[in-house]
């Protein structure tokens, strides 16, 4: 099992940047596929980003290519989000999500075991 805890969050005017963080607790955060979702007011949880095991492939949703990057680092228990040129339609709740039985990573909430409480990201126009 494992534990996750997302901050990073914050208010941002558009055009702006944030850098979210999800911390695992347990040694075996490695053997993960990790990934991020937002979740919007009245709106369906949707895959922002995910990478493998090993921080070799990642997979982008269509809101967020060009503009998000997904990273990790194993030695850390750590996934990050960098988002770049925010948009007031970026507003929500980000979260981030851990898949124990895959090895590709999965754009479907359903696919994945352990997720953090999510931090909240609000861009100003």
Do not use: H
Request: proline residues 2%; charged residues 20%; hydrophobic residues 30%.
């Amino acid at each position: 099992q494992v534990q996750l805890v997302e901050s990073g969050g914050g208010l941002v005017q558009a055009g702006g940047s944030l850098r979210l963080s999800c911390a695992a607790s347990g040694r075996t955060f490695s053997s993960y596929v990790m990934g991020w979702f937002r979740q919007a007011p009245g709106k369906e949880r949707e895959f922002v980003a995910g990478i493998n095991r090993g921080g070799t492939g990642t997979r982008y949703g269509d809101s967020a290519k060009g503009r998000f990057t997904i990273s990790r680092d194993n030695a850390k228990n750590t996934v990050y989000l960098q988002l770049n040129s925010l948009e007031p339609e970026d507003t929500a709740v980000y979260y981030c999500a851990a898949e124990q039985n895959n090895i590709l990573v999965s754009t479907r909430p359903l696919s994945y075991d352990y997720w953090g409480q999510g931090t909240q990201v609000t861009v100003s126009s």
